[in-house]
């Protein structure tokens, strides 16, 4: 942690001296999760304050003030696990491997298909009916989401197989 970072988590804790390790990992991993509270807590706001906007048809600098502040945090901490290796989990064996890929496979189709329909529920329903617009729901929508699902679906999958390695021991 450099010298601002540590002068700023003094500050915002509230402590003067140097904490042992056992109180700094309570304090890690409190702030963590407050830290995932609050961004799922700014996407729930920032969702309620986008109908509002499309409701009055205007975009505010609210919802896009709360859209970069997530947008930050999101690509911060993707940035820094990624440098620092720890986002990969390493298998020794192919057994415990192939359960994990079977896992991650398994995650990512249900996170796509999930996706997938609010993408076409708020899209296709609830964005229209808020703006007073009529629900055009035909088959060229159906698909444009089905493909927009798979290629989630698959962009998801191949994230989190790209963070799986197998090692091998010679």
């Given at each position: 942690?450099?010298?601002l970072e ?10 003067v ?5 056992y ?13 995932l ?7 729930i706001?920032?969702l309620?304050?986008l109908i ?15 859209f970069?502040?997530q947008?930050?945090n999101?690509y911060?901490?993707l940035?820094?696990l990624r ?9 020794d064996?192919n057994?415990t491997?192939s359960t ?12 796509a ?5 609010s ?7 609830i ?6 617009e ?12 089905i ?5 989630f ?6 994230i989190?197989?790209s ?6 021991n010679d």
């Open positions: 942690m450099n010298k540590n002068k700023l988590l003094k500050h915002y804790i509230g402590y001296e140097e904490r042992d390790e109180q700094q990992g309570i304090i890690n991993e409190t702030l963590t999760t407050a830290n509270y609050t961004f799922y807590l700014l996407t706001c920032m309620v304050s509002f906007d499309s409701i009055n048809h205007k975009l505010t600098f609210g919802t896009f003030a709360m970069f502040i947008q930050f999101a911060y901490i940035i820094k440098k620092s290796g720890v986002d990969k989990t390493e298998f064996d057994a491997y994990q890929l079977k896992k991650s496979k398994k995650q990512t189709i249900i996170a298909i999930q996706w997938g329909f993408m076409l529920v708020m899209m296709e329903y964005f229209p009916t808020l703006l007073g009529r629900i055009n729901i035909g088959l060229f929508q159906i698909i444009v989401w493909c927009a699902t798979l290629f679906g698959t962009s998801c999958y191949i989190a197989k963070k799986l390695k197998k090692v091998d």
